[in-house]
């Protein structure tokens, strides 16, 4: 009984020493832990004479209620003064400037992609996703350039390790795709994506670019649509005051063909350079679908006629901002992107 009543005392004196959150928690652990000496005096009781173990018991349970409360009331009281005096000395300034976060850019390309879908999609043209590795096959034959076709040597070609898969040289194997998911519904669709040519770097040709290609696909179409719909897009991207030249041109998988050119401002000194001296910059391929690239989609020429176009976004972008190097836009020049 007395080693309980001097437990007590000394508990309640080093409690009230205890002055902040971390000296409590000393003492609770000291006192109320594991193996503390309040849970080892209530496992005493066994051993305390029987006449004397059930005083013993409830003396040892009323000092355990008893610290533990003032523990509780100690523990709050000093949180609460630490919060005070937090708010008394710690100042925050709420009218001082925001620090202010760098925010990204689009890339260029980007930027072009976007527009341009947006002015196909005024038009009704949905985007359809192809791939980028491709099979000779849908790449080539089935555009109706089977194997030693020689204009197979327009598109110089990256080949993977294994016979037969490519990178793709453009996005027209994508019309086969869509074709074949979508026959015999009519088409209407741009497939835009990246593309890649082992060609030599220059100004103007880069081995990896976009293209969107165009494919619309249905009873009636004819080479009107075809001219409308670049005239439009054209007018849309450039304004109304850009020269377009339409060239006759020749695609194994379109008949007839036809290249679609901008005027370059003949003030730019690069204009020479970047259009050949013509002061024509070309942006895109295109022509009536060939029948048996239609057949080879499922459809049946004599009842179905469809359009089909190329184009390069990166040289669009170089008209667009007067550009005068391909090569700035995969080279991660800050100073370049920065600009758009
Ligand atoms: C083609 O690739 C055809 N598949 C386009 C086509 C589609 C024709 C549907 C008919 C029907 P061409 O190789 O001309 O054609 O490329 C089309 C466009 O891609 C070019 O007008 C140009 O804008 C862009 N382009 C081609 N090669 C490069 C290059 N090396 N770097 C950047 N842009 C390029």
Redesign the pocket.
């Known amino acids: 009984m007395s080693d309980l009543s001097e437990l007590e005392s000394r508990a309640s004196a080093e409690l009230a020493a205890s002055a902040d959150e971390g000296a409590l928690r000393a003492w609770n652990t000291k006192y109320f832990g594991k193996d503390g000496e309040i849970p080892t005096a209530l496992k005493r009781v066994g051993s305390v004479p029987p006449d004397e173990r059930k005083s013993y018991g409830q003396n040892a349970n009323r000092i355990k209620e008893a610290l533990s409360t003032a523990y509780n009331a100690a523990l709050s009281s000093a949180k609460e003064r630490a919060l005070e005096q937090s708010l008394a000395t710690e100042k925050l300034d709420v009218s001082l400037p925001g620090r202010p976060t760098p925010r990204g850019r689009l890339h260029p390309s980007t930027r072009t992609l976007r527009l341009i879908y947006s002015i196909f999609a005024d038009m009704g043209f949905q985007v359809y996703r192809s791939r980028d590795v491709e099979d000779d096959e849908t790449n080539f034959g089935l555009l109706n350039m089977p194997l030693h076709h020689p204009a197979r040597d327009?598109?110089d070609t990256f080949h993977t390790t294994t016979p037969g898969v490519l990178l793709r040289?453009?996005?027209?194997p994508g019309?086969i795709h869509v074709m074949r998911e979508l026959c015999p519904s009519p088409i209407r669709v741009i497939l835009p994506g990246m593309?890649y040519?082992y060609?030599q770097i220059t100004p103007?040709?880069?081995?990896m670019?976009?293209?969107v290609?165009?494919?619309a696909v249905g009873r009636g179409i004819s080479m009107t649509d075809l001219k409308g719909t670049v005239i439009a897009f054209a007018r849309r991207l450039f304004g109304e005051e850009r020269q377009i030249r339409i060239r006759s041109s020749y695609?194994p998988?379109?008949e007839p063909?036809i290249?679609?050119d901008i005027d370059w401002p003949k003030e730019d000194p690069n204009a020479d350079r970047l259009t050949k001296g013509t002061g024509w910059l070309?942006?895109?391929?295109?022509?009536m679908?060939h029948p048996t690239v239609l057949r080879n989609g499922g459809y049946n020429p004599a009842e179905f006629s469809g359009f089909?176009?190329?184009?390069?976004?990166?040289?669009?972008t170089m008209l667009r901002h007067a550009i005068d190097d391909?090569r700035q836009f995969w080279a991660n020049d800050l100073r370049f992107l920065r600009q758009f």
Do not use: K, N, Y
């Open positions: 327009m598109w040289t453009h996005t027209s019309q593309c040519r060609e103007r040709s880069e081995i670019f976009h293209q290609e165009g494919l695609f998988f379109t063909s290249e679609v070309e942006i895109m391929g295109a022509g679908v089909a176009f190329g184009m390069g976004p990166e040289r669009i391909i």
